[in-house]
C-alpha cells in the first residue's frame, strides 16, 4: 500500500482505502468498523444477517463515514464470492479484508459429531481461505497491494482446559499456518496477510461463560495482566496491520493475550 507521509501520526490514517469488515456488526468486528471508518476508510459491513449489516453501515453513514452493508454465508464459496464482488463493485476498489467471522460450537472430544466439527470448520477456516481469496483477486488486479487481517485466538497456542474447544483450537491454530503461506505467496502482489489472536475479548459471544465467576477467574489466574481484552484494544492492533504503519510485515500473528503466551 504505500508507507504515508505527513509524520508519524499519519501511519495509522487509511484515507480514501474500501475496507472490507466481515462479521462487521459482532462485539469485536463493530469495534473495527468503527476504527477503520475513523481513520478513514469506506468501509463495507458484512455478515449472516443482512439487517444488521444494513443498520451498522447506516450508523457510520450518520457519523458522516461512506458505508455499506452486505449479508453473505461464510461457509458458502458462491456466496462468499458473490459478497466480495459486491463490495468490489459499489466502491470501484478494495483495499482491507478483516475477517472477524468465527465461531464455536463446544463438545467434549470424546462426543464431537461430524457434523457440527465440520461446521467448525467450515466457517473458521475453510470460509477464511475463501474470503481472502476472494478478497486477493480484486487486489491483485487493481495492482496496488492490499491488506488482510484475520481474527484468530490464542487458543492457536495453547489448549483450554476443562471445556470442548477441539474443533475450535484447530480452526484457530490452521488459521494462523494459512496466513502464513497466503502472505507467502502474494508478497509479489504487496498484499499483507497477518492475524490478530486476542484471548477472551468481552463480547456478547462469551457472556455466559463470563457469567462463570468460577471460570473467570480460572481464566484472570493464567494471564498475567489480571484481565481479559476489551474489543477496542482488538481494533486498534487491526489498525496498526491494516495501515501502512504495518508496511514490512506480512504473516505474523499477534498474540494479545495479556502475557499469556509469555509465560504458558
Request: hydrophobic fraction near 45%; proline fraction near 2%.
Amino acid at each position: 500500500m504505500g508507507n504515508q507521509t505527513g509524520g508519524p501520526g499519519r501511519l495509522f490514517r487509511v484515507d480514501g482505502k474500501v475496507a472490507l469488515v466481515t462479521g462487521g456488526y459482532g462485539g469485536i468486528g463493530a469495534a473495527v468498523s468503527e476504527g477503520l471508518a475513523a481513520m478513514g476508510a469506506k468501509v463495507a459491513i458484512a455478515g449472516r444477517n443482512r439487517q444488521k449489516a444494513e443498520e451498522a453501515a447506516a450508523a457510520l453513514q450518520e457519523q458522516g463515514s461512506e458505508a455499506y452493508g452486505a449479508s453473505f454465508d461464510a461457509a458458502s464459496v458462491a456466496e462468499t464470492r458473490a459478497m466480495v464482488d459486491a463490495v468490489a463493485g459499489h466502491f470501484g476498489a478494495l483495499d482491507i479484508l478483516v475477517n472477524c467471522v468465527g465461531l464455536n460450537r463446544e463438545q467434549k472430544a470424546e462426543d464431537y459429531d461430524e457434523a457440527t466439527f465440520d461446521h467448525v470448520v467450515d466457517v473458521n477456516l475453510k470460509g477464511a481461505m475463501f474470503q481472502a481469496q476472494a478478497a486477493a483477486r480484486h487486489m491483485i488486479r487493481q495492482g496496488t497491494g492490499g491488506k488482510q487481517v484475520h481474527i484468530g485466538s490464542v487458543r492457536s497456542r495453547v489448549a483450554l482446559r476443562g471445556r470442548g474447544y477441539s474443533a475450535y483450537c484447530a480452526t484457530k491454530g490452521g488459521l494462523s499456518m494459512l496466513c502464513q503461506q497466503l502472505a507467502a505467496e502474494w508478497a509479489p502482489h504487496k498484499i499483507h496477510v497477518n492475524v490478530v489472536a486476542p484471548t477472551f475479548v468481552r463480547t456478547g459471544m462469551i457472556a455466559y461463560m463470563l457469567s462463570d465467576e468460577a471460570f473467570v477467574n480460572q481464566i484472570l489466574a493464567r494471564i498475567p495482566l489480571g484481565r481479559i481484552a476489551e474489543p477496542e484494544e482488538v481494533m486498534s492492533a487491526v489498525l496498526f496491520f491494516a495501515s501502512a504503519a504495518s508496511d514490512f510485515v506480512t504473516g505474523q500473528t499477534l498474540y494479545m493475550d495479556g502475557g499469556v503466551t509469555a509465560t504458558q
